[in-house]
C-alpha cells in the first residue's frame, strides 16, 4: 500500500452535494416580461387549437373520414365540386394539404376561394409549414384571371 491511502477523497455527502445542484433545474422557466408571456399564450393557444381539430365529435373523425375519402374518389371527375362542398359543410374546411389541393383542383370558384380564405386564417394564427406542391399550386392560383382567388394565393404565398 504506497500512497493510495493518503490522497483525498470526497465523502458520499460532498458527492450528493455537488450532484444535487449540478444537473438539474429546481424551477420551472418562465417567460421573462409580458411581452414574452403574452407571446408564450399565443402560442399555446395557437398550438391547443390545432391540435383540437385532430378530433371531432363522432368518434375520432370517422365522417370526417369518409368524406375526405370521396373528395379523392371524385378527384379528376365532374362530381369534385359537389364532393368537396359535402365535405366543406360536414366537417369544415380540410387542413390536410393534399386535400386543400383538391379543393383548389375543384374548379368551383366558391370552393376555391373559401378554401384560400380559411387556410390564410389559419396561417395567420400560426405559421404553416406550405409543400412544395401546394406552393406551386398557388403560384399558378396568383395566375388566376379572377382577382378574388389571385390576390388570395398572392398573400399566402407572400407570408
Known amino acids: 500500500m504506497s500512497g493510495?491511502?493518503?490522497?483525498?477523497?470526497k465523502s458520499w455527502r460532498e458527492i450528493d452535494r455537488a450532484r444535487?445542484?449540478?444537473?438539474?433545474?429546481?424551477?420551472e422557466r418562465r417567460p421573462r416580461?409580458?411581452?414574452?408571456?403574452?407571446?408564450s399564450r399565443q402560442a399555446t393557444r395557437a398550438y391547443l387549437e390545432r391540435i383540437d381539430g385532430?378530433?371531432?365529435?363522432?368518434?375520432?373523425?370517422?365522417?370526417?373520414?369518409r368524406l375526405a375519402e370521396a373528395v379523392r374518389a371524385a378527384h379528376?371527375?365532374?362530381?369534385?365540386?359537389?364532393?368537396?362542398?359535402?365535405?366543406?359543410?360536414?366537417?369544415?374546411?380540410?387542413?390536410?394539404?393534399?386535400l386543400v389541393s383538391l379543393f383548389?383542383?375543384?374548379?368551383?370558384?366558391?370552393?376555391?376561394?373559401?378554401?384560400?380564405?380559411a387556410l390564410a386564417r389559419v396561417h395567420a394564427q400560426a405559421p404553416l409549414e406550405l409543400p412544395a406542391g401546394l406552393r406551386s399550386q398557388l403560384r399558378l392560383l396568383a395566375e388566376d384571371p379572377d382577382d378574388t382567388i389571385a390576390?388570395?394565393?398572392?398573400?399566402l404565398l407572400a407570408t
Open 76 to 98: 379528376g371527375t365532374p362530381e369534385l365540386g359537389a364532393a368537396c362542398a359535402a365535405y366543406r359543410d360536414g366537417a369544415g374546411w380540410p387542413r390536410d394539404p393534399a
Open 104 to 117: 383548389l383542383d375543384s374548379g368551383d370558384r366558391n370552393i376555391m376561394a373559401g378554401c384560400l380564405d
Open 4 to 9: 493510495d491511502d493518503d490522497r483525498y477523497r
Open 54 to 65: 385532430l378530433f371531432t365529435k363522432d368518434g375520432g373523425g370517422a365522417a370526417e373520414a
Open 151 to 155: 390576390g388570395a394565393a398572392e398573400d
Open 20 to 27: 444535487d445542484g449540478s444537473g438539474r433545474r429546481s424551477e
Open 33 to 39: 416580461g409580458a411581452a414574452a408571456e403574452a407571446r
